[in-house]
């Protein structure tokens, strides 16, 4: 890039562009480079996307998506286009980019849900590219405010251990492997004696694939 300018390098010609460094300018620059590159093939323009409404494009994404994904996933790419998708428009760029900045300004849904939702969406909108439905994918995200964590002291986790281990010992145990490893409460439960191995544990991810040991 010059500045803040995106700048293009095409079989040796370096190229300046008028598009900003930006998710949306990057986007358009790498059709920019499509269409150069089909020019000097001599392919022509690209071919104009196949005219469907979103609701048919939908039912295609599913059955080809969805394979071999986790119920609660497809749970919640379902929620996101039921509540959020106009399935009898037509499914155009200005469409669902206009019902994404809908769900951009929903003020009763917390800014984590709205990125939760158009996360699904953006995931549609790119198959919707390579299947040919669009040519270019909206993006259009929401920033979620910073939270602050507040940790226990050293102290006050030290009282809770106390006080688990009063209320019951096998209780008390797994609250100070909690807190003195920072181990989430499924994977504690999910511990077997073989995961066990010196001064480490191996722990199983999402998966079910092993992962690096934990002190």
């Given at each position: 890039t010059d500045s803040d300018r995106l700048c293009l390098?095409?079989?040796?010609?370096?190229?300046?562009?008028?598009?900003?460094?930006?998710?949306?300018g990057i986007v358009m620059a790498e059709e920019q480079l499509n269409r150069m590159w089909r020019e000097e093939e001599g392919l022509g323009k690209p071919a104009r996307p196949k005219r469907v409404t979103i609701g048919?494009?939908?039912?295609?994404?599913?059955?080809?998506?969805?394979?071999?994904?986790?119920?609660?996933?497809?749970?919640?790419?379902r929620t996101a286009a039921r509540q959020c998708l106009t399935m009898t428009a037509a499914l155009t760029q200005t469409d669902l980019d206009s019902d994404m900045q809908r769900v951009k300004r929903n003020d009763r849904l917390a800014p984590a849900s709205r990125e939760i939702y158009l996360r699904a969406l953006r995931t549609f909108a790119r198959w919707a590219v390579k299947r040919g439905h669009l040519t270019t994918a909206p993006d259009v995200r929401v920033k979620a405010p910073e939270k602050r964590i507040e940790t226990f002291t050293n102290d006050e986790l030290s009282r809770i251990v106390e006080t688990a281990h009063r209320y019951d010992r096998e209780f008390g145990a797994l609250i100070e492997l909690l807190a003195a490893t920072g181990l989430r409460i499924h994977e504690a439960l999910e511990l077997r004696w073989e995961d066990l191995r010196g001064d480490t544990m191996a722990l199983m991810s999402k998966d079910g694939k092993r992962r690096e040991n934990v002190p």
């Open positions: 390098y095409f079989r040796g010609r370096k190229v300046y562009t008028k598009l900003h460094n930006t998710r949306a048919a494009a939908w039912a295609e994404f599913e059955a080809d998506w969805f394979v071999g994904k986790e119920p609660k996933t497809i749970l919640y790419y």
